[in-house]
């Protein structure tokens, strides 16, 4: 290939929101982008339960959570108060949960954003040789064996399963490893960790904490493909959500909190284009968690891992400035758009350099693109025009017939092309645009396609429906999270990005 594919023209943001003059106009005019929908949400929050053994150790901060969900809700993301049900405590029964489910979000309609949200005690239960996630409504009861008047996740997801067309997010604020866990087991015999969300077993029924019979199945079921289901979880199936004790007497939740700062604050849009992904949330709320455990290793010992699960959750949007809800990998693509999806906030420890510098003339020849790490990782480097055509330029074909696997070292920096490709890049048209750097400090799980794509311009349904689901879900997911005795780890990862142009 003798032309300079990087015919990369990127960065010009869509979906920016009108400006102020036209917002302003269309407020007072009571005008609306879109139309008005009759969302729905139910919020739990629970710290006394009927059973005391249950009970919450540090008090308050289930309840603080909900109204703060709420608050979230009927805030930035813009539902109406009346969307929202809002159940407290003794308030919140099997029976009156499992009514919300049915009967409140079920008068939604298709179109309709539908949210559910729970904060408090979580455990598991046997499910035939293996378990399932539970969460605990204020009437669960002790009972040998464990706890008995659970929810399922998987009966939860069924009612969820009959809301086909809605956009729904599901948000749990609990953990289900229960006494299967080290951490649970260790903490049993001194008291326990009262800033855990899950029951902790006292010495009279400590016969529950080495139950035998349970397997290594996954602890909540997979959610349904053919819904628009976006689920998220506090922590990975053999962590502990935590309570976070420095505010007290003023508790709570270390993954709540996050959550809704990094939409609320905007704390979580690393690019700051006034989207929110989920990828970026997802990113935010499992740095937070990281900072929470750092400052307190005594109540983190298998980690906080914030999961994020759904067909295509992670091209997703969690909140935007104009009120889209397309998902990143429709419509045209962009420079911004990908940067939603890597999520990761720009590093200082990658830089892209182009060979020579742009601006550079038309007709000039042997262009190159060259990337140093500061750490030893695993490069992804693609270019994204201002007209939406996208390159992926590493890893390619002709590396990997070199036997490169795409591993990159921390100092010696890899070149695009190099003397070995048998190819250049020249400047046959004025244009501009975006290349990425991605450095992951582990590798991705790609398939073989990917990581031996040839160096040319990608078609746009390629990338929308190949090319950014696949890095979204690796990206998405941690190491080990499908095993419940597994610690498990975010991908670790940096960002950079250089503008090029050409000119006359």
């Keep these: 290939m003798k032309e300079m594919i990087c015919k990369l023209r990127g960065a010009i943001p869509e979906g920016r929101p009108p400006g102020r003059l036209t917002m302003l106009l269309a407020a007072l005019l009571g005008l609306s982008a879109t139309p008005a929908l009759a969302d729905r949400a139910l919020i739990v929050g629970i710290d006394t339960y009927q059973a005391s053994q249950l009970t919450a150790q540090l008090p308050g901060g289930a309840r603080a959570d909900a109204m703060r969900m709420q608050s979230l809700l009927t805030g930035t993301l813009g539902y109406q108060p009346g969307d929202v049900k809002l159940l407290l405590d003794d308030q919140a029964s099997g029976a009156a949960i499992l009514d919300g489910l049915q009967n409140w979000l079920g008068q939604s309609k298709p179109g309709e954003r539908v949210f559910f949200y729970y904060a408090g005690q979580g ?28 929810l399922g996740r998987s009966r939860i997801e069924s009612i969820l399963a009959q809301l086909s067309g809605r956009h729904i997010t599901e948000v749990i604020d609990s953990s289900h490893a229960g006494t299967v866990t080290r951490a649970i087991v260790v903490e049993a015999a001194s008291g326990g960790n009262p800033a855990a969300r899950s029951p902790q077993i006292d010495g009279a029924t400590r016969s529950i904490v080495v139950e ?46 996050a959550f809704a700062d990094g939409i609320e604050k905007g704390l979580a849009d690393a690019n700051r284009n006034g989207t929110i992904s989920n990828q970026e949330l997802l990113d935010y709320v499992r740095a937070q968690s990281q900072a929470y455990c750092d400052r307190h290793r005594d109540r983190c010992e298998m980690g906080l891992t914030p999961l994020l699960s759904g067909e295509g959750a992670a091209l997703k949007v969690a909140a935007d400035r104009a009120g889209s809800v397309e998902p990143l990998n429709e419509g045209k693509p962009s420079a911004d758009k990908i940067l939603d999806v890597l999520g990761a906030r720009l590093s200082d420890n990658v830089r892209v350099e182009q060979i020579p510098p742009s601006p550079v003339k038309l007709g000039t020849r042997n262009m190159k693109f060259r990337v140093t790490s500061g750490q030893d990782g695993f ?27 795409g591993r990159i070292r921390a100092g010696s920096p890899i070149t695009v092309p190099d003397a070995s490709y048998g190819i ?8 501009s645009g975006t290349v990425l750097a991605l450095v992951v400090v582990d590798p991705l799980k790609l398939s073989k396609g990917f990581v ?18 696949e890095l979204a879900e690796s990206l998405a997911t941690p190491a080990n999270a499908d095993s419940v005795k597994a610690n498990a780890k975010a991908v670790g990862r940096s960002v950079a990005t250089l503008r090029y142009e050409i000119v006359p």
Excluded: C
Aim: proline share 9%; aromatic share 6%.
């Design 424 to 431: 250049s890049f020249d400047a046959t048209s004025v244009t």
């Design 123 to 150: 455990y598991f239960q046997k499910a035939g040789a293996g378990r399932e996630d539970t969460i605990l409504p204020f009437d669960a009861v002790m009972q040998p064996g464990g706890v008995g008047n659970s």
């Design 212 to 257: 035998p019979a349970l397997g290594e199945e996954a602890a909540s079921p997979p959610a349904p493909t053919e819904l628009d289901l976006v689920r998220w979880d506090a922590v990975s199936p053999a962590q502990t959500a935590l309570v976070d004790e420095d505010g007290a007497p003023s508790y709570r939740g270390v993954f709540t909190t």
């Design 379 to 405: 490069l992804i480097l693609l270019s994204v025009s201002d007209e939406g055509e996208v390159v992926q330029l590493f890893p390619n074909a002709i590396a990997a017939a070199h036997g490169k696997d």
């Design 452 to 469: 031996t794509r040839q160096i040319q311009v990608i078609p746009a349904d390629e990338v929308n429906t190949s090319v950014l689901p």
